[in-house]
């Protein structure tokens, strides 16, 4: 009682919750993890509570979990992996702090959404940078921290965009801001002089915004972060590419690239592309069944001086790259059109949330690799389905482009009851048993949630050593989100 006490203190009752029904809802996800019942859940207010918390879980050796995004979850980085623990939930800390639109930056807390932060943006002519059709509860800095690609490769200059600086708690209950964040001055007064938290290394030589995006929150907690954002277009253009093979738009993604023109660049195949459209499971079939194979969604967008005749040659230029590679660029697909797809990927996913739509149920694989690997890391997830009795045309298939197409982001979507043990169990095999065989044929699983991290960190002994080392800097009581990762 005496440490529900203290964390009373620090949020106040009605911020902690200990009843079952609340415990049992953070408890598990809807990955494969194993539950487990955290002991507490609370929810502060602000940087300082975070502090707090942080620093009292030192002194009572409490595991910590972080929690930016509402339900549901998909990827076992926010179920306890030891018991004891209290989950930290963000979602109260939803204040964008400042838009400033002539840096194109934005300040959000974690619990800002995107449903939350569009429209905020709108007001000042900016948009923010996408990752695919998100859920509408997803934390615009959790989805940055998780390096969920952006679906403007061309935007995309360095893996960690479009995150800028930070303000973390670390592990050790030091509160720290990265790159231009970091000084000096307070941030209030970096802002009477002009600056904006643009620059996300620093300071000095020390890059320490990498050390905490992509750790599952084992390294601290992040309580605000800046976001670059874009102008919103004058003028735009949208087309599809349909294709029954997809080695022809892996050709004309890289010619793309090679010249720089577009913005917006993607591949789906029919059923991730139905899922999204449908309005309803009953939907989904029948436009997969009437959409060809593959479709590569293309934009191009145009503000600022002379916006339509940009969008007019760069159309040109397009028109006649996809012609050299023997492709179409089409208005409408399948009585789908380009403009309705543009629509759908502008904005957070209705509910039910579009991976869930078919089945209720869905597990995700996603790795890097090149644009020219992907026809093989496709075939072999096919040849493993097929092996598994998966329904191949249940398949999801999402190829997103990133570093300007230096290397893509290669996912497969797999729908399935949950409430069917056989079902839940193929998938399990099957997520199992592939996510090993497309680790050997070199899929980089960089963002290693859950049974990946023996995928990844088993390979790398140097790299895990090395990280075990950090760890012990910035958390040396081990409190933040122990048991993920290699940790």
């Given at each position: 009682m005496a440490q529900k006490e203290d964390l009373v203190k620090i949020v106040g009752a009605k911020n902690l919750f200990d009843n079952p029904k609340t415990l049992e809802n953070y408890s598990k996800d809807e990955s494969f993890v194993h539950p487990i019942r955290p002991r507490y859940v609370?929810?502060?207010?602000?940087?300082?509570?975070?502090?707090?918390?942080?620093?009292w879980a030192n002194e009572t050796l409490t595991p910590l979990v972080p929690v930016s995004s509402g339900p549901p979850h998909f990827r076992g980085?926010?179920?306890?992996?030891?018991?004891?623990?209290?989950?930290?939930?963000?979602?109260?800390?939803?204040?964008?702090?400042?838009?400033?639109?002539?840096?194109?930056?934005?300040?959000?807390?974690?619990?800002?959404?995107f449903t939350q932060l569009i429209p905020a943006l709108e007001k000042e002519g900016l948009g923010a940078y996408m990752p695919l059709v998100p859920r509408s509860n997803k934390s615009v800095v959790g989805s940055m921290l998780e390096r969920e690609p952006i679906t403007m490769p061309r935007h995309h200059w360095d893996i960690q965009d479009p995150l800028l600086c930070i303000e973390v708690i670390f592990g050790t209950g030091d509160m720290f801001r990265t790159g231009s964040a970091a000084g000096m001055g307070t941030i209030e007064e970096q802002w009477e002089v002009g600056k904006a938290q643009m620059r996300p290394m620093g300071p000095?030589?020390?890059?320490?915004?990498?050390?905490?995006?992509?750790s599952q929150g084992t390294m601290g907690i992040v309580t605000w972060a800046t976001m670059k954002c874009r102008i919103l277009p004058e003028h735009k253009r949208a087309f599809l590419v349909p294709c029954d093979r997809i080695e022809p738009l892996i050709d004309l993604s890289y010619r793309l690239f090679h010249v720089l023109v577009g913005d917006e660049c993607l591949i789906l195949n029919n059923h991730n592309l139905a899922c999204i459209l449908a309005q309803?499971?009953?939907?989904?079939?029948?436009?997969?069944?009437?959409?060809?194979?593959?479709?590569?969604?293309?934009?191009?967008?145009?503000?600022?001086?002379?916006?339509?005749?940009?969008?007019?040659?760069?159309?040109?230029?397009?028109?006649?790259?996809?012609?050299?590679?023997?492709?179409?660029?089409?208005?409408?697909?399948?009585?789908?059109?380009?403009?309705h797809v543009a629509e759908a990927l502008s904005k957070p996913s209705a509910k039910p949330y579009w991976k869930l739509k078919f089945k209720d149920g869905c597990h995700?694989?996603?790795?890097?690799?090149?644009?020219?690997?992907?026809?093989?890391?496709?075939?072999?997830?096919?040849?493993?389905?097929?092996s598994y009795r998966y329904p191949l045309a249940d398949i999801g298939v999402y190829i997103q482009p990133t570093v300007q197409g230096?290397?893509?982001?290669?996912?497969?979507?797999?729908?399935?009851?949950?409430?069917?043990?056989?079902?839940?169990?193929?998938?399990?095999?099957?997520?199992?048993?592939?996510?090993?065989?497309?680790?050997?044929?070199?899929?980089?699983?960089?963002?290693p949630y859950g049974p990946w991290a023996d995928v990844a960190y088993r390979r790398d002994a140097e790299?895990?050593?090395?990280?075990?080392?950090?760890?012990?800097?910035?958390?040396?009581?081990?409190?933040?989100?122990?048991?993920?990762?290699?940790?």
């Open positions: 609370v929810k502060p207010k602000n940087t300082e509570e975070v502090q707090g918390i942080v620093k980085d926010t179920v306890p992996s030891t018991g004891g623990a209290v989950v930290v939930d963000l979602s109260k800390m939803k204040r964008i702090v400042r838009v400033d639109r002539p840096n194109r930056v934005v300040m959000v807390e974690p619990g800002v959404t000095s030589q020390a890059d320490l915004q990498r050390v905490v995006q992509g309803n499971a009953t939907g989904v079939v029948p436009l997969r069944e009437a959409l060809p194979p593959w479709v590569l969604f293309f934009s191009i967008e145009g503000y600022g001086v002379l916006p339509e005749e940009k969008v007019t040659y760069q159309e040109g230029d397009f028109r006649d790259i996809a012609q050299l590679v023997g492709l179409e660029p089409m208005d409408i697909v399948a009585g789908i059109t380009a403009d995700d694989i996603f790795f890097l690799t090149t644009l020219d690997r992907i026809p093989d890391f496709v075939k072999a997830m096919y040849d493993q389905a097929e230096c290397n893509c982001h290669c996912e497969f979507n797999l729908s399935y009851d949950p409430n069917s043990a056989k079902e839940v169990e193929r998938v399990k095999g099957l997520v199992t048993e592939k996510s090993m065989a497309l680790a050997n044929m070199g899929g980089f699983f960089s963002r790299t895990t050593a090395a990280l075990r080392k950090v760890k012990g800097i910035f958390d040396a009581n081990n409190i933040m989100n122990p048991g993920k990762l290699c940790f």
